[in-house]
């Protein structure tokens, strides 16, 4: 069963940053994606940065410029820098996993929807004040 623990979360002011980690343990699918989702207060789970076992990475516009993903295969970490952060980054931020759809000869774009993840952490809470 795959495990993913979420960490970094915290509390900042406008402008600031922070910096969110994913742990994730017995991720053994040979292909895959991993993405970062957000879910605040009375809305749905949105895709914040999704990337696949192939590096492949995209971003919601809402944080485009502003948020980096990247990646410690060995250590098989994901990480979530965010800059520039706006109270409407508030949500509680989640790590999630599946894997993926297609053959060598052409994998299916990791999707930026929930459904399209059979993994989930815990979230973390990430909170802007203005």
């Known amino acids: 069963q795959v495990q993913l623990e979420e960490s970094g979360g915290g509390s900042v002011q406008a402008g600031g940053s922070l910096r969110l980690s994913c742990a994730a343990s017995r991720l053994t699918y040979p292909e895959y994606c991993m993405a970062w989702f957000r879910q605040a207060p009375g809305k749905e789970r949105e895709g914040v940065a999704i990337?696949?076992?192939?590096?492949?990475?995209s971003y919601a516009e809402s944080v485009k410029g502003r948020f980096t993903l990247s990646r410690d295969n060995p250590q098989n970490k994901l990480y979530l820098e965010m800059n520039s952060l706006q109270s409407g980054d508030t949500a509680v931020y989640y790590c999630?996993?599946?894997?993926?759809?297609?053959?060598?000869?052409?994998?299916?774009?990791?999707?930026?929807?929930?459904?399209?993840?059979?993994?989930w952490g815990q979230g973390t809470q990430v909170t802007v004040s203005a």
């Open positions: 990337v696949g076992s192939d590096g492949v990475t």
């Open positions: 999630a996993a599946s894997w993926r759809l297609g053959t060598p000869i052409g994998w299916v774009p990791c999707s930026n929807r929930s459904n399209g993840y059979q993994h």
